[in-house]
């Protein structure tokens, strides 16, 4: 199972909106509504910001949404703060009942 | 509170072998699908594999790369998971981190516990 593919670094200025594309297969991203979005701080652990494509656990601002469309997923932070700044994974569940993340997006607040 | 605590990292010489352990609590245990993700000085996040819960027959699914060599196993009784890792190969050096999987997400993390194969 190769790794879903996201691009290596997104930046926007304090404010902008930034969308993280998130590019799999008809295996895993285009097979199943079981996308999630993960934030991990520098020396942190990964924290849960999107599961099911588009819906946000309790706690995690408004600011993060998601979507898809076919094989690609994406996580888009409107209203774009130095705290977001972070690298972000994607993750899909598989047909073949494994889970793959993505390659990971640097997210830098300019 | 959800907790999860990892255990049993170090240092190990390539072929070798070693078990990691995690401990839960402030959940029940019983009702999730555990799992075990790793990361890689500087890379990205790896998923290893995953022990379904008793409902589903603690059935156990594994990432191509460590099939054969890695087995997770859970104990109920002692709300605990684990890995153990054989063949070990200096690629598997890592941050081994248990994850609670709720739905198809993982909702909750532990720290995380280090792994290092080196000769």
């Known amino acids: 199972q190769s790794a879903l593919t996201q691009p290596a670094s997104v930046s926007g200025s304090p404010g902008q909106s930034i969308t993280i594309s998130c590019t799999g297969t008809?295996?895993?991203?285009?097979?199943?509504?079981?996308v999630s979005w993960y934030q991990q701080c520098p020396g942190k652990v990964p924290k849960l910001m999107i599961y099911?494509?588009?819906h946000r656990p309790s706690g995690v601002s408004n600011r993060f949404s998601g979507s898809k469309s076919g094989n690609t997923a994406s996580l888009t932070i409107s209203g774009l703060q130095a705290e977001d700044e972070a690298e972000y994974y994607c993750?899909?569940?598989?047909?073949?009942?494994?889970?793959?993340f993505g390659t990971g997006t640097k997210v830098t607040v300019l | 509170e959800v907790q999860l605590v990892e255990s049993g990292g170090g240092l190990v010489q390539p072929g070798g072998s070693l078990r990691l352990s995690c401990v839960a609590s402030?959940?029940?245990?019983?009702?999730?699908?555990m799992d075990w993700v790793r990361q890689a000085p500087g890379r990205g996040l790896e998923w290893i594999g995953r022990?379904?819960?008793?409902?589903?027959?603690?059935?156990?699914d594994y990432a191509a790369s460590v099939k054969g060599r890695f087995t997770i196993s859970r104990d109920d009784s002692k709300n605990s998971l684990y890995l153990q890792m054989n063949s070990l190969k200096i690629e598997d050096t890592a941050v081994y981190y248990c994850?609670?999987?709720?739905?198809?997400?993982?909702?909750?993390w532990g720290q995380g516990t280090l792994l290092t194969v080196s000769s």
């Open positions: 994850a609670r999987l709720t739905g198809m997400s993982f909702d909750y």
């Open positions: 402030g959940f029940t245990f019983t009702d999730h699908y």
């Open positions: 022990a379904r819960n008793k409902v589903n027959s603690y059935i156990t």
């Open positions: 008809s295996s895993d991203v285009g097979a199943y509504n079981f």
């Open positions: 099911d494509v588009s």
């Open positions: 993750s899909s569940h598989t047909g073949s009942d494994t889970h793959v």
